[in-house]
């Protein structure tokens, strides 16, 4: 049970964040990779933790602010690409996709650190941080994109300016 609460913690920056993300009107099958991926961050993340996560935080003083830059940046691409002319769908770019499955996953490598006080079976809890990570992504992303469809533009720069505000808000926690 504490591994699905952990798993439905994990998930809710995930969706939240593809709620923001899913402004961008995105096709199926955009949101079908994008959701895969940050299943599979999900997945791995609590591993590298659990495996590499001591050496990697001596290195790293602040995660927080990773994850800042990362959806900062995400954030004012959203709002940039608004008001271009061209085709807002074809804005998802494997380089963003990866960010933003990053961003919403560094969280899953912090709770990898402490991962063999929570269960011993490892690769379990990866499967269920994963299987619940993909699905509020998914959910969030079809939700973004129904908020898109009755507001239009506008929700997109919401979008946008939701993930700044979110980075933010990491960079002084």
Known sequence: MLVIIIAISLS??????????????????????????????????????????NIILKYVSNPNFLVFVILFIIGIEMIYETFKEEDIKNIVSFRQILLFGLAVSIDSFS???????????????STIFS?????FTYLGLILGKKINNIIGKTSTIIGGLILIVIAIMYLFT
Do not use: R
């Open 12 to 53: 809710m920056d995930a969706f939240s964040l593809a709620l923001a993300y899913g402004t961008l009107n995105l096709n199926k099958k955009d949101i079908y990779k994008l959701s895969l991926v940050v299943g599979f961050y999900h997945f791995f993340m609590p591993l590298l933790g659990l495996f590499f996560g």
């Open 111 to 125: 709770v990898g650190i402490g991962l063999n006080v929570i269960s011993k079976n490892y690769l379990y809890c």
């Open 131 to 135: 299987i619940f990570s993909l699905s």
